[in-house]
T-cell receptor
Framework: AQSVTQLDSQVPVFEEAPVELRCNYSSSVSVYLFWYVQYPNQGLQLLLKYLSGSTLVESINGFEAEFNKSQTSFHLRKPSVHISDTAEYFCAVTHTGGFKTIFGAGTRLFVKA | DTAVSQTPKYLVTQMGNDKSIKCEQNLGHDTMYWYKQDSKKFLKIMFS???????INETVPNRFSPKSPDKAHLNLHINSLELGDSAVYFC?????????????FGSGTRLTVV
């Protein structure tokens, strides 16, 4: 069975500062890894995903995440955040070939002016 | 043009009532899901249907009954509503067996039981 741990429930950060949201997973089989973002009063949107190949994946709005197999981590980073990045971020894992996605508990990113 | 649409967006009802939430997707996906998000934002899968067949049925009270009339629709009926059912319910869809695509979520239905 898979599990996902997001190590921080809340991350406050000032605008234009860098940020890292941490995610660790546990699985006995190969997995796909995802980050989703949920803005207030909205559904979740896929931010980026790791399937295979290059361990560094990027989104269109400046976020990146790095898959580290030895540490079973998939941390999300952004070098300079904006107020508009304030949202809940969810790390998720799916067994390759499976159809059930397990979500972490979420990390609330709060960007302050 | 909404890809995954849920109705209603808000639902306030009294304990003991029966209510339904509807979900429709126009993405051509063959798998649909219901997730429950509690007040602490924790997301828990409830059900999944693939081509109208139930494929995931997590430990959920049998007051909750999903129904999929076709692969583009997945409804959720809840009987005898309880205070603890208050949450945001999200519908999602994907291609079955293509877990690398991720899910497309609806905007949620906020259920409040009073």
């Amino acid at each position: 069975a898979q599990s996902v741990t997001q190590l921080d429930s809340q991350v406050p950060v000032f605008e234009e500062a860098p940020v890292e949201l941490r995610c660790n997973y546990s699985s006995s089989v190969s997995v796909y890894l995802f980050w989703y973002v949920q803005y207030p009063n909205q559904g979740l949107q896929l931010l980026l995903k790791y399937l295979s190949g290059s361990t560094l994946v990027e989104s269109i709005n400046g976020f990146e995440a790095e898959f580290n197999k030895s540490q079973t981590s998939f941390h999300l980073r952004k070098p300079s955040v904006h107020i508009s990045d304030t949202a809940e971020y969810f790390c998720a894992v799916t067994h390759t070939g499976g159809f059930k996605t397990i979500f972490g508990a979420g990390t609330r990113l709060f960007v302050k002016a | 043009d909404t890809a995954v649409s849920q109705t209603p967006k808000y639902l306030v009802t009294q304990m003991g009532n029966d209510k339904s939430i509807k979900c429709e997707q126009n993405l051509g996906h063959d798998t649909m899901y219901w997730y429950k998000q509690d007040s602490k934002k924790f997301l828990k899968i409830m059900f999944s249907y693939n081509n109208k067949e139930l494929i995931i049925n997590e430990t959920v009270p049998n007051r909750f009954s999903p129904k999929s009339p076709d692969k583009a629709h997945l409804n959720l009926h809840i009987n005898s509503l309880e205070l603890g059912d208050s949450a945001v319910y999200f519908c999602a869809s994907s291609h079955h067996g293509q877990s690398n695509y991720g899910y497309t979520f609806g905007s949620g239905t906020r259920l409040t039981v009073v």
